[in-house]
C-alpha cells in the first residue's frame, strides 16, 4: 500500500520567516494530495490540496509544490504568524484511500 | 450548522469492556470515516462507510465494529478493549469520498485503556 514519509517532525521559525514541510509517497499512482492544520483540541482542517496534473498551488500565504517524478511535496508557508503554530499533516489518496503522514509540529515564535 | 459531532470527547475504561464512540453529522454527507491518531502514526484509517448500510475496513480494522443504520450516524465499538486502543479517536465526513474530497472532521474522542 502507499507509504507517505512527513519532514521534519518538529519545526521551530520565528514569527515573519518561511516555514517548508516535506512529503515523499511511495504509489506513483497517487493523485490527489492535501495538506490538513490540526490546532491544539481540535480536529484537523483542510488548508490546500493538489491534484497530479498540477504542478505548484497557491492560495495567499501558503503554497504547495508537487513532483510527480521524485514523488515529493511540499508544504511552504511564508511570512509566519503565531496563529500558524499547528500540526500539519500531508496527505496521498490513491483509488479511494487516503494515506496521511505522520505530522510536524509547527511552533511560530513572536 | 453544528456539522459533525463526537461523543464522549473523554472516556476512560478498563481491559475487556466494550466502548462505543458515537459520530453524528448534519450536513447528509454520503462518506463516513473513523480514524485513530496516534504518536508517531498521524491518523491511520479504520473503517469508512460510503453510504447507510455500506463499510469497509481501513488500514487498521481489528478490534473495531462500525455500523451505518442511518446516513448521521456512524459508530465505532471496540468490542473487547485494549492498551493498545488507547488513542485519540477522530470521526470525518465527506460529500465525495477520500478519493478528492475535502474530510470534515470531529474534535475527537480521547480514550484511556487501562
Known amino acids: 500500500g502507499e507509504n507517505v514519509e512527513q519532514h521534519p517532525s518538529t519545526l521551530s521559525v520565528q514569527e515573519g520567516d518561511s516555514a517548508v514541510i516535506k512529503c515523499t509517497y511511495s504509489?506513483?499512482?497517487?493523485?490527489?494530495f492535501p495538506w490538513y492544520k490540526q490546532e491544539l483540541g481540535k480536529g484537523p482542517q483542510l488548508i490546500i490540496d493538489?491534484?497530479?496534473?498540477?504542478g505548484e498551488k497557491k492560495d495567499q500565504r501558503i503554497a504547495v509544490t508537487l513532483n510527480k517524478t521524485a514523488k515529493h511535496f511540499s508544504l511552504h508557508i511564508t511570512e509566519t504568524q503565531p496563529e500558524d503554530s499547528a500540526v500539519y499533516f500531508c496527505?496521498?489518496?490513491?483509488?479511494?484511500?487516503?494515506?496521511f503522514g505522520q505530522g510536524t509540529i509547527l511552533t511560530v515564535h513572536p | 450548522d453544528a456539522g459533525i459531532t463526537q461523543s464522549p470527547r473523554y472516556k476512560i475504561t478498563e481491559t475487556g469492556r466494550q466502548v462505543t464512540l458515537m459520530c453524528h453529522q448534519t450536513?447528509?454527507?454520503?462518506?463516513m470515516f473513523w480514524y485513530r491518531q496516534d504518536l508517531g502514526h498521524g491518523l491511520r484509517l479504520i473503517y469508512y462507510?460510503?453510504?447507510?448500510?455500506?463499510?469497509d475496513k481501513g488500514e487498521v480494522p481489528d478490534g473495531y465494529v462500525v455500523s451505518r443504520s442511518k446516513t448521521e450516524n456512524f459508530p465505532l465499538t471496540l468490542e473487547s478493549a485494549t492498551r493498545s486502543q488507547t488513542s485519540v479517536y477522530f470521526c470525518?465526513?465527506?460529500?465525495?469520498?477520500?478519493?478528492?474530497?475535502?474530510?470534515?472532521f470531529g474534535e475527537g474522542s480521547r480514550l484511556t485503556v487501562l
Open positions: 470525518a465526513s465527506s460529500l465525495q469520498g477520500l478519493l478528492t474530497g475535502e474530510l470534515f
Open positions: 504509489d506513483s499512482a497517487s493523485n490527489y
Open positions: 493538489i491534484r497530479s496534473n498540477v
Open positions: 496527505a496521498a489518496s490513491r483509488g479511494g484511500k487516503l494515506t
Open positions: 450536513w447528509s454527507h454520503s462518506y
Open positions: 462507510s460510503a453510504a447507510a448500510d455500506i463499510t
